[in-house]
Nanobody, 124 residues
Framework: QLQLVESGGGLVQPGGSLRLSCTASGFTLDYYAVGWFRQAPGKEREGVSCISGGGITRYVDSVKGRFTISRDNAKNTLYLQMNSLKPEDTAIYYC??????????????????WGQGTQVTVSS
C-alpha cells in the first residue's frame, strides 16, 4: 500500500529551524521525483521544493538559501530542513510523489500520492 507520512512540524519563533520528515511506504522513493508543498491560510497550495530521482533539487524563490531538501534512500525518507524561518512560512506542509523522475514543475496533477500534511507555525 502506497503511503506518505509527514512529521516534524511545530511552533517555532522567527529565525528558528525545523526539520520535516516524510516517510514513504509501498514504493522506493528514489525512483521518483518527490517534493514538498505548502498551503498557508487563505492561499493556494504552492510547490516549495523538489528532488529528482537523480538527486537534482529545485526550490521556490522565497525559500532559496533557507530550505534544503534531501532524502535518505536507505530509510526511504524525504526531509526538508528549514532554517531562518519567517512568519510567512506558516503553512501546512505536504510531501508528494511526482509521476516522473524529474522535477520540471509543481503541477499538482503530476503528483500522484500525497501525505496528510504537518503544521508549521512561525510566530513570536
Amino acid at each position: 500500500q502506497l503511503q506518505l507520512v509527514e512529521s516534524g512540524g511545530g511552533l517555532v519563533q522567527p529565525g528558528g529551524s525545523l526539520r520535516l520528515s516524510c516517510t514513504a511506504s509501498g514504493f522506493t522513493l528514489d525512483y521518483y521525483a518527490v517534493g514538498w508543498f505548502r498551503q498557508a491560510p487563505g492561499k493556494e497550495r504552492e510547490g516549495v521544493s523538489c528532488i529528482s530521482g537523480g538527486g537534482i533539487t529545485r526550490y521556490v524563490d522565497s525559500v532559496k538559501g533557507r530550505f534544503t531538501i534531501s532524502r535518505d534512500n536507505a530509510k526511504n525518507t524525504l526531509y526538508l530542513q528549514m532554517n531562518s524561518l519567517k512568519p510567512e512560512d506558516t503553512a501546512i506542509y505536504y510531501c508528494a510523489r511526482r509521476r516522473y523522475s524529474t522535477c520540471s514543475g509543481y503541477n499538482e496533477g503530476q503528483y500522484d500520492s500525497w501525505g496528510q500534511g504537518t503544521q508549521v507555525t512561525v510566530s513570536s
